[in-house]
């Protein structure tokens, strides 16, 4: 078994997998049905404001699992779906940014900025154009950089990392991720610390369940779906709600504005856009590969990084970024874009979540089994096949699906959800939390689960008032048992050593950089204030 | 006096299902509860699962698996021991769960709180090195750590890791004992070279035969079907050892006919190499072992009494 013989084996697990339909005699595998439906609802659920890519595989995640079931078959459609959602979602959320002022997705912001005046202007359908254009750039390059690095990386990983050294990566990644999401670290820090506390209540090693208070619904620890769900979906949720419940809904109509001039994109425009696209796809794809920095940051660089050239570069005459200039709109897309697969590379090489789209994928491969991301997945073993290896060849592939469906149907269908923007959020909200409870119901079969999850909901709502990031909490609730287990199983292999952290050079490494980093960013936090 | 007749009719045939054992014509009274007390998507789940897709197919009975993970079995153990006991509630889990597992929580459970139904297979436990190691027998091993090199022991649980504690001592050297979650943790461990020797219970079968792995040793009673040479537990000076397979319970009190119908259901389809669930337990496991009966009764209270024993050796 060769490298070839994996990639290959995953590509056949997509294409050749179990059978749907089949036209003209051609078998059509329900992987990719489910990839191509992932992208189309993807797409409309980044162009509803209100919704993002997150909490459709939110509650895609249970319903799909409960259709697939728990086989290892189910692995590549389930994660094909969420893996279109996530890449029709950060294209869909330019539309509304574009048409109405109103970003769809949080990393869309920027993309008003221009795209809003080139509406004004009449250039709506060109400034899409550009946008798609730009994305599908960033997003394909992202993916070839996931696809050489993430297997690179795991090997490297699994070479040189023995227990310790696996414990310190860990510390290290949940002290980058408090310190760098939302803003302040002592905030990020406190959600990283309170969401280790939740998923060390009942779980662990000993039979005896701790932190349970005696309380037999507590014996299991709480189920993650609950936890993720709760705080990051019913959370937004709640504060929506109380958003909306503060401010009077806005009933004017909107403005129309008539199409001017040739809204297609000409090769030449293309060649000054694309200098632009391969400066923020790098920007997007080196940020997407850190744990926990998101693509809003990304989307921000990008557009600074690109406003710098364009001063310097544009026409004379040609708007300036902010006035509706293409430039912007790519410089923008093509860095969020970039970042959703480079993202997979800490999530595929040692099961880090840096993202909430990361958190659902691993959330998916621990309900499902049979797929555990992380280094072990890349051993390319000769003799017997490694099924996970085969997997993770079939993501791949789905990623490249997804990517040939964004370059060919996904502008036009992109052009059509204009009509998202209109759904009105005090119908949509109730609705996401109605189908958001449904769904862990589902999963978790338990009426204590409901409970567990509002629980979370309350605290994802507080958490958002206080203004302290859900993201550290969750990725820490997602890590907490590796942690612990990877400490017990280090203290032990070193024989009951209790500097366990501090026997090699590496592990210290680790430990020095994860203290560094609240402090340098806890200081540079003092400085700006 | 129609009616009369009716429920004449009725209680005659129930005596005569009764008296005859007509364990066939039990059905359930509703949809089976079958939770299963290991990860999804690993061997084990999948085996409860073929398992409950073949009796749907073949008795037309209905069941809802869910997982009820952690604490060796015992968050099912425990979630069990509520449910109602007319056959509408069973779990899968292993032996060691209600021996030495139950033992050591001492939560107020008991293998009395449940009803055997049926094992499904037995393991086939080994104690298995990477051959890139140099070791070809359990001593080359042990003149190894005498030699002054540490060796990380995987484990998979607690009374693995005390029988490996005792092993050590028995052989007069100290292993780092490492537990991870699930064999083909283990297994894992063995091969990237994070662990040195490690228990497996089966799935050590393929490595073993294409001469990647080594089984230096069983940790069983008997010898391996595999490698006969291996020394056994015994033979290495522990009085204990790791016989242990995956059971079918159901909550304390199951009427006979229900525990009759479900064990000798389950175990036919086991039994049955041809089924999906039979071709699994052979493949994964070695084939079916079904213990029923009052001889799983007496097997799941004898681990029970007997693993306070080997808790004091290992605490010794």
Known sequence: ?529 | MKRTLKAAIAAIGLAVSATAGMAADWTPPGPIKLMIAFRAGGGADTQARLIAEALEEKMGWKFIPEQVTGKGGLNMANTLKGQPNDGTAIGLAVTETFGYNMAAANAGMSPEDFTGLTTTAGFQMGIVAPSGKGWSSFEDMIAAAKGGQDIRFGVMSPKLADLAYLLGKAQGVDFNIVQVKGGKAVMNGVTAGDLDVGFMAGIQAKGVASGDLVNLASGLSQPLVQTPDAPTMADLGVDFDSDGYFVFVGPAGMPDDARKALSEAIAAVVSDESSKAGGLVKKAFGGSATIMGNDLTQLMSDDYSNAGTLMDAASE
């Not at chain 1, 550009?130 to 070479?159: K, M, N, Q, R, Y």
């Not at chain 1, 990008?302 to 708007?319: C, D, F, L, S």
């Not at chain 1, 017990?488 to 590496?506: E, K, M, V, Y």
């Open chain 1, 1 to 529: 078994m060769g490298t070839l013989d994996y990639i290959w084996l995953g590509i056949l697990a997509v294409f050749q997998g179990p059978e749907l339909f089949s036209i003209f005699g051609l078998p059509i595998s329900v992987t990719l049905v489910m990839i191509l439906f992932g992208f189309l609802t993807g797409i409309a659920v980044g162009a509803t404001p209100g919704l993002a890519g997150p909490i459709a595989m939110a509650i895609a995640l249970p319903i799909l699992i409960s259709i697939f079931g728990y086989t290892p078959d189910a692995l590549l459609p389930v994660m094909g779906f969420l893996i279109g959602v996530m890449k029709g979602a950060t294209i869909g959320g330019a539309v509304p940014a574009i048409l109405f002022n109103t970003p769809g997705t949080p990393d869309a912001y920027m993309t008003t900025l221009d795209g809003y005046p080139m509406t004004q202007k009449g250039q709506a359908r060109k400034a899409l154009r550009v946008a798609h254009f730009a994305s599908a750039s960033g997003d394909t390059f992202s993916d070839i950089v996931l696809i050489i690095c993430a297997p690179f990386l795991a090997l490297l990983v699994e070479a040189y990392l023995d227990f310790p050294e696996k414990t310190a990566l860990l510390i290290l990644s949940l002290s980058f991720i408090g310190a760098v999401i939302g803003g302040s670290p002592a905030k990020g820090v406190l959600s990283t610390g309170l969401g280790l506390l939740a998923v060390y209540i009942g779980t662990g090693e000993d039979f005896y369940p701790r932190m349970s208070m005696g309380s037999d619904q507590l014996n299991q620890g709480f189920p993650i779906a609950t936890s993720v769900l709760g705080v990051l979906i019913i959370g937004a949720v709640f504060k929506e709600m109380t958003d909306l419940w503060h401010q009077r809904r806005s009933s004017g109509t909107r403005p129309s504005f008539q199409d001017e001039g040739n809204q297609r994109l000409s090769r030449a425009e293309i060649g000054r856009l694309l200098p632009f696209v391969g400066r923020s796809a790098l920007i997007g794809t080196a940020i997407g590969a850190l744990p926990g920095i998101g693509s809003t940051l990304a989307a921000t660089l990008g557009y600074t990084v690109g406003r710098a050239r364009h001063a310097r570069t544009k026409a004379e005459g040609a708007p300036d970024f902010g006035d509706g200039a293409p430039e912007g709109i790519a410089a923008t897309e093509a860095a969020n874009s970039s970042v959703s697969g480079a993202n997979l590379i800490p999530v595929l090489s040692l099961g880090i979540p840096g993202n909430a789209a990361a958190v659902f994928l691993i959330l998916a491969a621990e309900s499902i089994g049979g797929f555990n991301p992380g280094p072990s997945v890349f051993r390319f073993t000769q003799d017997v096949v490694n099924p996970e290896l085969v997997i993770a060849f079939g993501l791949f592939t789905a990623m490249f699906i997804a990517n040939a469906l964004n370059w060919t149907i996904g502008g036009l269908f992109m052009r059509s959800t204009g009509i998202m923007v209109r759904i009105p959020k005090h119908i949509l909200l109730p609705t996401v939390l109605l189908l958001t409870l449904t769904a862990i119901y589902v999963q978790e079969a338990r009426i204590e689960a409901i409970w567990f999850a509002l629980g979370f909901g309350a605290l994802g709502y507080v958490m958002r008032l206080l203004a302290i990031s859900p993201l550290p909490f969750v990725i820490a609730f997602i890590l907490g048992g590796k942690l612990e287990e990877s400490a017990r199983q280090a203290f032990a292999a070193t024989g009951g050593d209790a500097w366990f952290l501090f026997g090699s050079p590496i592990s210290i490494l680790f430990i020095a950089a994860s203290v560094a980093i609240i402090l340098f960013s806890a200081r540079r936090k003092k400085q700006e204030l």
